[in-house]
């Protein structure tokens, strides 16, 4: 098994450089698995990352807005609520969804790369898109012809009436 340092991409610390943890501040994060293993192709294993997102919320840690578990990755969109830092908030939701996929697979070790991409949101008006943007991944990756026939994704901007068949919470 590889060492943390040798999972890392050459020159994946600049991610970090300006990074900033502003509460209430909205980022979209995007984090994949170590070697772009598609674990979360298996429905089961896709909805314990969905837990995890779910857990952040109640914990008062993040609002989710929008997100989709991709087959090797994950697209979150959240405001920061809480007292933990960006860093820190990702982490928990990581390390909670690691013990919990390894539990169910069986296995032990790392599910997902160190480290994540962020993007602070600085305008309201491109939430929308950068929503649309996410839950469009599917579609994108030519996974599926529709998003509708893709379970692992919600956003609040989902009417009311579809949004009870949908929504994680």
Known sequence: MKSAKELRRPGAHRLRIGRCSEKNRI????????????????????RLVVNALQREDEAGHTTTLAFVVMPDHLHWLFRLNGSHSLSG????????????VNSFLGRRGRIWRPGFYDHAIRVDDVLVRVARYIIANPLRAEIVTSVRHYSLWDSVWINESRAGARSYR
């Open 27 to 46: 980022y979209h994060v995007v984090t994949s698995t170590v070697g772009r293993e598609p674990y979360f192709s298996n429905l089961f294993v896709g």
């Open 89 to 100: 908030t990702t982490g928990i939701m990581k390390s909670w969804s690691t013990r919990q």
